[in-house]
């Protein structure tokens, strides 16, 4: 099994910056893909950015391109989503996700571990 656990969320105001991490325990060499997820209220949980840990490929939704990136440290068995130039519409709650192949996809559905989700907030 592997755990994850997700910090950094909070409130803060648009143009803002956060950093969210996502830990993970257990067997971690399962975790090829770690992605971060978000959903808002009375919206679909949708992908946001997601990393290949063993050589740090990326791929990331068009919404946040250029404003989010994601990177790991697999020392630490973390994975980072830095949050730059935030959005009222980037408001929901943010959760990491682990796959145990090696393709970064996105669909919801082929995540086979999650956390338990942080909320991030930005007040215009």
């Known amino acids: 099994q592997v755990q994850l656990v997700e910090s950094g969320g909070g409130l803060v105001q648009a143009g803002d910056s956060l950093r969210l991490s996502c830990q993970a325990s257990?067997?971690?060499?399962?975790?090829?893909?770690v992605a971060w997820f978000r959903q808002a209220p009375g919206k679909e949980r949708e992908f946001v950015a997601g990393?290949?840990?063993?050589?740090?490929?990326?791929y990331y939704a068009d919404s946040v391109k250029g404003r989010f990136t994601i990177s790991r440290d697999n020392a630490k068995n973390t994975v980072y989503l830095q949050m730059n130039s935030l959005k009222p519409e980037d408001t929901a709650v943010y959760y990491c996700a682990a796959r145990s192949t090696m393709i970064i996809v996105t669909i919801v559905e082929r995540y086979d571990y999650w956390g338990q989700g942080t909320q991030v907030t930005v007040s215009s």
């Open positions: 990393i290949r840990r063993s050589n740090g490929s990326t």
């Open positions: 257990g067997r971690t060499f399962s975790t090829y893909v």
